[in-house]
């Protein structure tokens, strides 16, 4: 399948074609190693959080704010 064919597609299509591949590639996702790279960063930001450096912020308070800020 082509670029210009997935244009092509109704709307509705493509988001039922876009189901259907994550639904696919959750049950691969076992077969995916995570790069230590991933855990190392993880781990790094999981010290900040206890050690006070950083904090945990709130998905749904942030996504409120993302419209609200300007550049500089």
């Not at 696919?24 to 999981?46: A, F, G, M, T, Y």
Request: charged share 40%; aromatic share 4%; no cysteine.
């Amino acid at each position: 399948m082509s670029v210009a064919e997935i244009q092509r597609m109704p709307l509705a299509e493509k988001l039922q074609i876009m189901e259907l591949l994550w639904e696919d590639l959750r049950s691969h996702i076992e077969d995916s190693p995570v790069p230590e790279w991933h855990k190392e960063l993880l781990d790094e930001r999981r010290q900040g959080v206890e050690s006070g450096k950083e904090e945990i912020l709130d998905w749904d308070k942030i996504k409120d704010t993302i419209g609200r800020r300007r550049p500089a």
